[in-house]
């Protein structure tokens, strides 16, 4: 069975410091996993996606997660925060039945 | 391209009273999901459906039926709705891999309140 831990319920960072979302996951294999971010009142946008090729991926707005299979991890960071990252943040696995799996989700904070 | 569309956005019913929720996308994608999501809880996975025809049980399906009669249509009933069926629900829409893509899109939610 696939699951997925974000570490961190609550992050907060001052503005142009840096940003990191931490996520484990458990999965039998090499899995698909993704980071969506969500704005208050919105719905989820992909920020970016790891699909077997290069452990480090690029997303959007700058950010970048890198997925380590000897730690089973897939970080999320971003080397400067802004005011407009705040929201919530979720870590998603892909099973092989084409089921997408949830973290509870990261809020984060940016701080003037 | 709309992409995935969820109908209501915002809803209040009775304990008791039925409704169904449509979601429709339009981007020719076989997978559909239906996820409530819950403070503190993250999207859990209700129902979802495989292609044109098909469902099948996700997480927390008990209280929820779901129907695919048209491949771009997803709708997710509540016969009988109770306070704990509050929360917002989200549609999405997938190709499913090995096609490729992978990624889910989501639709805006629908904010249901049972009171």
């Known amino acids: 069975a696939q699951s997925v831990t974000q570490l961190d319920s609550h992050v907060s960072v001052s503005e142009g410091t840096p940003v990191l979302l931490r996520c484990n996951y458990s999965s039998s294999y090499s899995p698909s996993l993704f980071w969506y971010v969500q704005h208050p009142n919105k719905g989820l946008q992909l920020l970016l996606k790891?699909?077997?090729?290069?452990?480090l991926v690029k997303g959007i707005n700058g950010f970048e997660a890198e997925f380590k299979k000897s730690e089973t991890s897939f970080h999320l960071t971003k080397p400067s925060a802004h005011m407009s990252d705040a929201a919530e943040y979720f870590c998603v696995v892909l099973n092989t039945g084409n089921q997408f799996y949830f973290g509870t989700g990261t809020s984060l904070t940016v701080i003037p | 391209n709309a992409g995935v569309t969820q109908t209501p956005k915002f809803r209040v019913l009775k304990t008791g009273q039925s409704m169904t929720l449509l979601c429709a996308q339009d981007m020719n994608h076989e997978y559909m999901y239906w996820y409530r999501q819950d403070p503190g809880m993250g999207l859990r996975l209700i129902h979802y459906?495989?292609?044109?025809?098909?469902?099948a049980k996700g997480e927390v399906p008990d209280g929820y039926n779901v129907s695919r009669l048209k491949k771009q249509n997803f709708l997710l009933g509540l016969e009988s709705a109770a306070p704990s069926q509050t929360s917002v629900y989200f549609c999405?829409?997938?190709?499913?891999?090995?096609?490729?893509?992978?990624?889910?899109?989501f639709g805006q939610g629908t904010r249901l309140t049972v009171v």
């Open positions: 459906s495989v292609g044109e025809g098909t469902t």
């Open positions: 999405a829409s997938s190709y499913g891999i090995p096609r490729g893509g992978a990624e889910a899109f």
């Open positions: 790891y699909t077997s090729a290069a452990t």
